[in-house]
């Protein structure tokens, strides 16, 4: 699976984005679908995941309320929705297709090493 993450950029706080990650490759819609962002001198940190169906959601509990994940497997795209955007937001955002047979759980899907494949990030930077 390739994945290309784009739709980052610069907003002032209370804005809105929408990631849209494209796949391309193997099956799209049997995996697991992550978004995680990386700040500057930060470890990597999960934000969501959306199983194969979309019927279920995890979301990271500093973005719950404010982002909302969706998926269309027949265009094969993991969107990514933020409202309200706080300047600790602001970070590189990447998604991420989890390895297979993933069991949809939490805390499973919130480690990086359950994601086998990764997008190259887009830069999310919420001014103040």
């Known amino acids: 699976v390739q994945l290309q993450a784009f739709g980052g950029g610069l907003v002032q706080a209370g804005g809105s984005l929408r990631l849209s990650c494209a796949a391309s490759?193997?099956?799209?819609?049997?995996?697991?679908m992550g978004w995680f962002r990386q700040a500057p001198g930060k470890e990597r940190e999960f934000v969501a995941a959306?199983?194969?169906?979309?019927?279920?959601?995890y979301y990271a509990d500093s973005v719950k309320g404010r982002f909302t994940g969706a998926r269309d497997n027949a265009e094969n795209t993991f969107y990514l929705q933020m409202n309200s955007l706080k300047p600790e937001d602001t970070a590189v955002y990447y998604c991420?297709?989890?390895?297979?047979?993933?069991?949809?759980?939490?805390?499973?899907?919130?480690?990086?090493?359950?994601?086998?494949?990764w997008g190259q990030g887009t830069q999310v930077t919420v001014s103040s």
């Open positions: 959306m199983s194969w169906s979309g019927s279920r959601i």
């Open positions: 991420a297709a989890g390895r297979a047979g993933l069991p949809f759980d939490r805390p499973v899907v919130t480690f990086t090493r359950n994601y086998d494949y």
């Open positions: 490759g193997r099956t799209f819609s049997t995996y697991a």
